[in-house]
């Protein structure tokens, strides 16, 4: 019954697909599952003895444990956020496939992948940056995930021997003005937004759905999310499946 009721879903998401000619997609880390990048969230927290207790992974990721406590965090970071082995899996390829048929006109994602890119999306706004961008915080010199992800230890710049950060939102840092203008003026202009691999918990990002005045919402994850209930077309399955089977289908 499920299975059939998912079938039916798909084939409704693949005629708003065909009688969309403005679509952006909004995606979550369950956009990254799929390619085996688990939400970092997920991952357990590590004891602290400065702390005495278990810092959370959001703990970890915060801009003040970086500022304070660098050699750990690239620890947690390198072990937890980079995946350079990770390929693009259907949805990133059926979105891909979507832009290159002018039907789609952006991504904004939460992810910090960069999976969108290598699948072949141009327009992508990364409201939480990317792990394949990072600068010296002296001398503004950049470098590849792979310089961080190689260095012993706190990765340090080699003209200047800065410490170099990766371009990602940490917890307790704002998102990128332009980056967010760029996203909300995208859902502006949409006649259909597609919601997928989100539970929409995570602000301010969650809160860019409210900027949409389109004709259709689509929400695609597997749990239930606050936003079903202003959905046209609800979907609790995988991402990456609904989405390419949608696409094949349109």
Request: hydrophobic fraction near 40%; include cysteine; charged fraction near 25%.
């Amino acid at each position: 019954m499920e299975k059939n009721m998912t079938d039916e879903n798909i084939t409704k998401l693949a005629h708003i697909i065909s009688e969309s000619n403005n679509i952006v997609f909004f995606g979550g880390a369950g956009v990254s599952t799929a390619s085996g990048i688990p939400d970092f969230r997920s991952a357990e927290g590590l004891y602290s003895m400065k702390f005495k207790r278990t810092l959370s992974p959001e703990e970890l990721v915060s801009h003040t444990y970086f500022v304070r406590f660098p050699e750990q965090f690239f620890e947690f970071y390198k072990k937890h956020l980079i995946y350079p082995k990770a390929e693009p899996n259907l949805c990133h390829k059926a979105l891909a496939r979507l832009e290159e048929q002018g039907k789609l006109k952006a991504v904004i994602t939460q992810n910090i992948d960069g999976l969108h890119q290598a699948a072949g999306s141009k327009k992508v706004y990364e409201l939480h940056g990317s792990v394949h961008r990072n600068y010296c915080m002296d001398c503004g010199e950049f470098f590849d995930g792979n310089y961080v992800l190689n260095a012993d230890g706190v990765p340090k710049c080699e003209k200047c021997q800065g410490m170099v950060k990766p371009d990602v939102v940490l917890y307790e840092e704002a998102l990128d003005d332009k980056v967010v203008s760029g996203a909300i003026n995208a859902i502006m202009s949409a006649d259909t937004m597609i919601v997928g691999g989100t539970s929409l918990i995570v602000y301010p990002a969650a809160g860019l759905l409210r900027y949409f005045n389109g004709k259709h919402l689509v929400l695609i994850n597997k749990t239930v999310t606050s936003a079903d209930k202003d959905a046209d077309l609800v979907i609790h399955d995988d991402i990456a499946k609904v989405m390419w089977e949608a696409v094949e289908r349109s």
